[in-house]
RNA sequence: GGAGAGGUGGCUGAGUGGUCGAAAGCAGCGGUUUGCUAAACCGUCGUAGGGGGAAACUUCUACCGGGGGUUCGAAUCCCCCCCUCUCCGCCA
């Protein structure tokens, strides 16, 4: 979330901000609240300092006779105290209601636009798409021939959505967390395998709603857990309340975990195969970082995406985030689109990756901070990354590895850890 | 899951219902001493919000795991929840 005071003081910049990025947040409202809650907390302040007062006095009171008047006027005071208090706390609810759905300020350089179709394409890697002499198929149906999932049975045991990888498809799963996670830990991030469900206060920390008609989240019942819908939830939840050593900053950390996703909302949006599941694997990037540090930081993340992108050989553009794209916490967001030749009709690029620069508005949520200078304290910023989502990952490596015989290269990289460089069904 | 013991400032750790935002120690910061390092000594040292001040600063309020309650007054008493430790049970 953002500043209340800042959100005050720049009540228009906010308000604009909020039309591009299609939040219909009040800020107007939120405002003349907040102006409210103040006057409001002067009062509570006041009747506290007064009721703090007369408790002192009650110790000192010369006879019974004077302790007993004093009491009195304590209890007259509680009792005003008490309905202040509730009219501030109405105020509080209303306006930090107004608050959570008041998204992130945007980066200059962003994208105006309402959707992805305002997306700005930055740039290509390093490999250009494959050119086949034949008619390409899909990851499904490459799948199918070749035994390496079952939709059929996911659909059975779990409902639309999920699926059972097979044979080499369960050891691409394993052999591209070990090349990512090879990629991070040269690169100093630490490697962690983080919990799937996190306290629902995690998730609005990290700006996940759980609940509610459009949530994305699985909850789990009679309890306040959820399932994640990335590691970014658990990593950034990791150092809540804590307040950092500026020195130890910035903090790379990598998590490995499941993400569960509802995609309420999303029927009839292209859906074939693994591209939009409920269940996936994903190595997510995640770095704590000091203000100045995150605009680097975001551009590093995407870097490592491309480099791993590159390595495993797959065509790819980088994507600019439109506004109205962004979602609540990102102040700017890279994606990568990898190019999957199975989708439409002759190919299309499939977001395969997502890095954003969330600044200082999860941590303000989650209070991490760390200590400046002498004195005080200030809010991190936060960042996360996707390394690999396997799910996607695999339909690139499919689609892009296919042969005329009907066979998949294992992509060089992979090799070793998938202990095959062709995989093939006789 | 059962029984017990705990959760206090960056850390360790005292705390009688009122004078406690909280002893003490360590770390940190500033300084004195010092050939250097170390040590010693003196001072300073929580977070957030509001008022005043150009500022150094000052003042008020809230906060002792979280939430409720009792009371004029709660770190201290009561209830619920969360977490940690020990023991028992169960279990991959």
């Not at 002192?56 to 006779?65: E, L, Q």
């Not at 920390?205 to 990335?230: C, F, H, K, M, N």
């Not at 100045?292 to 551009?299: A, I, P, T």
Request: aromatic share 8%; net charge negative.
């Amino acid at each position: 979330m953002l500043d209340r005071r800042f959100v005050v003081e720049h009540a228009d910049a906010v308000e604009q901000n909020c039309q591009r990025r299609g939040s219909q947040a009040d800020v107007r409202r939120f405002v003349a609240l907040e102006g409210q809650r103040k006057a409001a907390q002067v009062e509570v302040d006041e009747l506290n300092r007064k009721a703090n007062e007369v408790s002192k006095s009650i110790g000192k009171a010369k006879d019974a006779a004077e302790r007993e008047a004093r009491k009195n006027e304590g209890r007259e005071l509680r009792e005003k105290t008490v309905a202040a208090q509730a009219e501030l706390d109405r105020l509080m609810s209303e306006s930090d209601a107004i608050l959570r759905t008041i998204p992130n300020m945007s980066h200059p350089e962003a994208p105006v636009g309402a959707d992805d179709g305002s997306n700005l394409e930055l740039r290509h890697g390093q490999h250009a798409p494959p050119h086949f002499d034949f008619k390409p198929l899909d990851h499904v149906e490459l799948g199918e021939r070749l035994g390496l999932m079952d939709f059929e049975g996911g659909a059975k045991v779990a409902g639309h959505g999920f699926y059972f990888l097979k044979n080499e498809a369960v050891l691409l799963e394993l052999a591209l967390q070990r090349y990512a996670l090879d990629v991070l830990m040269r690169e100093g991030f630490t490697p962690t395998i983080t919990p799937d469900l996190a306290r629902n206060e995690i998730l609005h920390g990290t700006g996940y709603i759980p609940r509610g008609p459009e949530t994305q989240i699985y909850s789990i019942a009679d309890s306040d857990l959820s399932l994640v819908a990335t590691a970014e939830i658990t990593l950034g939840g990791l150092l809540s309340g804590e307040i950092l050593d500026p020195a130890a900053l910035p903090i790379k950390l990598c998590g490995i975990s499941h993400c569960y996703r509802t995609e309420a909302g999303s029927g009839g949006r292209a859906a074939r195969g693994l591209y939009r599941v409920h269940q996936f694997t994903k190595v997510e990037m995640f770095a704590f970082t000091l203000p100045d540090g995150s605009e680097d930081m975001l551009n590093y993340f995407c870097d490592l995406e491309c480099q791993i992108f590159d390595g495993l050989g797959i065509a790819y553009r980088v994507v600019d985030t439109a506004t109205g794209d962004l979602g609540g916490p990102a102040y700017r967001k890279f994606d990568l689109e990898a190019w999957m030749p199975g989708r439409g009709e002759k190919g299309e690029y499939g977001e395969v990756t997502s890095t954003s620069n969330c600044t200082d508005y999860q941590a303000r949520r989650l209070a991490i901070r760390y200590r400046t200078g002498e004195k005080g304290t200030a809010f991190v910023h936060t960042l996360n990354g996707t390394a690999i989502a396997i799910s996607r990952a695999l339909i690139a490596v499919l689609e892009n590895y296919q042969q005329a015989d009907g066979s998949v290269l294992v992509p060089e990289v992979l090799r070793k850890w998938v202990g095959k460089d062709r995989i093939a069904r006789d």
